[in-house]
């Protein structure tokens, strides 16, 4: 299994970006697909979830401002984020799992597959 991030870049407070993870190496229709972040000097974080194709789960911070989507035919993951704010910079990664229980989601440990992870810098 292999993931490509992309579409990280620089943008000023209240822009928008999406960013893309495309897979490669296995059937993804079932697995669950996520974004994590990590900022400078802090421990990686969950952004949001896909899950069961039609399940999202979002962080608290990142709720009304950031969309997860899938495209299984194109085995492509989406995060459109909106209303960007500083607070919202850092290396944002795509992870896969196959066995992973909704109570698991959030946690980064259980995630077996991650991309390289793509920078965004939001400035105020």
């Known amino acids: 299994v292999q993931l490509q991030a992309s579409g990280g870049g620089l943008v000023q407070a209240g822009g928008s970006l999406r960013l893309s993870c495309a897979a490669s190496?296995?059937?993804?229709?079932?697995?669950?697909m996520a974004w994590f972040r990590q900022a400078p000097g802090k421990g990686r974080e969950f952004v949001a979830a896909n899950f069961r194709n039609t399940n999202t789960m979002y962080a608290d911070s990142v709720r009304d401002r950031f969309t997860i989507s899938r495209d299984n035919a194109k085995r492509t993951l989406y995060l459109q984020m909106n209303s960007l704010k500083p607070e919202d910079t850092a290396v944002y990664y795509c992870?896969?799992?196959?066995?992973?229980?909704?109570?698991?989601?959030?946690?980064?440990?259980?995630?077996?597959?991650w991309g390289q992870g793509t920078q965004v810098t939001v400035s105020s």
């Open positions: 992870a896969v799992d196959f066995n992973l229980i909704q109570s698991s989601v959030r946690t980064s440990d259980y995630y077996d597959y």
């Open positions: 190496g296995r059937t993804f229709s079932n697995a669950v």
